[in-house]
């Protein structure tokens, strides 16, 4: 059980974050001004969290928010989510939106949004694919909640943090069409994981892709035979531009 003193400093130290927006992420307005309950799922690293802080942005008006990627919300458990709430009005008055990053983090936490969502209030969560595509999320918010899956960055949005400029000209010159082909060329080998674009550290994007192989897939799927996936996963990689059935593979 965590104590409200705890929450209250996560909660004010949360606030006191500085938050780099980066390129705008591209999202339907109208999944936004719903009523039900927005879950921004996608895969690990690919801007979930930042498109949810571009979304509160936009809004500006008064809300609730905690990230639940703390390691001092590590024992968290739903039956804090009260004492959580408590801490909220008591400390910025009664608001009706409330965003919850990571809330996959918190067995159970379906419950308390959608009692949040009962009560007229709105609600934008983010969450790994691996538990946000949970049977749980289908049976206790069905009919309360939208979904978007958030992707790494197209083609147009890594040109646009890098700086590319396409004017129409570009597709009619022999040196912009050039350079359009290096640019899609480099996409192709690097991808658009944000972070790995920015930094270009493939540490970085070998540790990501551990993660998302062993505890996005083998640990929650419970595999005990690793081999055969990582050499799946393998050849599916090295054949990104082909198509597969599942016989084929």
Known sequence: MISKEQLRQVVYDQ????????????????LVDCPEVLVL??????????????????RA?????????????????VEDFQLLYDVFVEDFGLQHTFYFDEIQMVEGWERFVDRLY???????????????????????LTGRHVS???YPFSLGE??????????????YT????????????????????????????????RSLYNDILYRDIIVRYKLTADKPLKETV??????????????SV
Request: proline residues 1%; charged residues 25%; positive net charge.
């Open 118 to 140: 009962k009560h007229g209030n709105k609600v934008f969560i983010t969450g790994s694919n691996a538990k946000m595509l949970s049977r749980e999320l289908g049976t206790l």
């Open 148 to 150: 978007k899956v958030v």
């Open 41 to 58: 799922t996608g895969v690990r690293r690919c801007g979930k969290s930042v498109l949810m802080q571009q979304i509160r942005a936009k």
């Open 158 to 171: 890594y040109m646009e943090l890098l700086g590319v400029k396409v004017t129409r000209d570009s597709f």
């Open 61 to 77: 008006e008064k809300d609730y928010f905690i990230s639940f990627d703390d390691d001092r919300l590590l024992h968290f458990t």
């Open 234 to 247: 393998y050849y599916l990689i090295s054949n990104s531009t082909h198509l597969f059935t599942y016989n």
């Open 15 to 30: 606030r006191n974050l500085y938050y780099d927006l980066g390129i705008e992420r591209n999202i339907d307005q109208s």
């Open 174 to 205: 022999t040196e912009g069409r050039a350079m359009l082909q290096n640019v899609q060329n480099e996409y192709l080998i690097d991808g658009g994981f944000p972070q790995y674009v920015k930094s270009r550290n493939v540490e970085y994007l």
